[in-house]
């Protein structure tokens, strides 16, 4: 029997679980390149790369404050407080919040997708991810990917001005599932996020140690420790 195999629910984390190559915001980016892709031509190229590396440490500063779990501030909110002493067009900060939303989103990887494909034969499926920028080119992702079907419930975090782990983003994914708490395990990358958030509201949990992060001793223990996703298809 697989551990897998005495729920009948998964929720799922995204970024590090089953997307990948996301949050490209080093300083060595194209951002300006990107603007120009969505028909930008108003800003010069170091005018785009200052404000949108403004935004993310901004928005990284308030990521790792516990103040702001249950209101974390949008990616808009952050441009027109940034812009609003240059006074920059509306529809420029549009703009800049699409260069941004494009740098965030990942891919899903064929074999991924195939593995939750497998799941869901045997699963009920949901996501709770944090993300910053609003939903559409993630649901565009997992379109392409042909699996956003396989879910039941989609929360993303900037839908409800929360990160994870406040518990309000589970309560809300476990809403769509007609199961004790015992039934459902949730799966992502995150022990102070992913695991510590699943814990707190009674679920299950496990931790993909992808051996980039730092152990919390603080937060309760996974059930089961994996490497990788597709270890859960494992007996």
């Not at 699963?123 to 956003?148: F, M, P």
């Not at 989609?154 to 001005?161: E, H, K, Q």
Request: glycine share 8%.
């Amino acid at each position: 029997m697989r551990f897998i195999d005495q729920f009948t629910v998964m929720l799922l984390d995204l970024h590090g679980t089953f997307m990948f190559r996301g949050d490209r915001f080093s300083e060595t980016e194209n951002f300006a390149r990107t603007y120009r892709e969505l028909g930008g031509r108003a800003l010069g190229d170091e005018e785009i790369r200052r404000l949108v590396l403004e935004v993310c440490a901004t928005m990284e500063q308030a990521y790792a404050d516990p103040r702001y779990n249950e209101h974390f501030p949008s990616v808009w909110h952050c441009l027109e407080h940034i812009t609003r002493p240059q006074g920059l067009p509306e529809r420029e900060v549009g703009l800049l919040e699409c260069v941004i939303a494009r740098h965030e989103v990942g891919v899903i990887p064929n074999a991924y997708a195939a593995v939750l494909r497998e799941l869901a034969q045997t699963h009920k499926l949901g996501i709770v991810s944090n993300i910053w920028s609003t939903r559409d080119l993630y649901v565009q992702e997992l379109e392409r990917a042909g699996i956003c079907d396989l879910f039941d419930i989609l929360v993303f975090s900037s839908d409800y001005g929360k990160i994870k782990p406040s518990p309000s983003l589970f309560i809300k994914a476990l809403e769509a599932f007609a199961v004790d708490r015992s039934q459902i395990v949730f799966v992502g990358d995150s022990l102070t996020r992913d695991i510590a958030g699943a814990k707190a509201v009674g679920l299950s949990a496990v931790w993909i140690d992808t051996g980039t992060g730092t152990v919390d001793e603080s937060v309760p223990s996974p059930d089961l420790v994996i490497q990788d996703l597709r270890e859960l298809l494992e007996g």
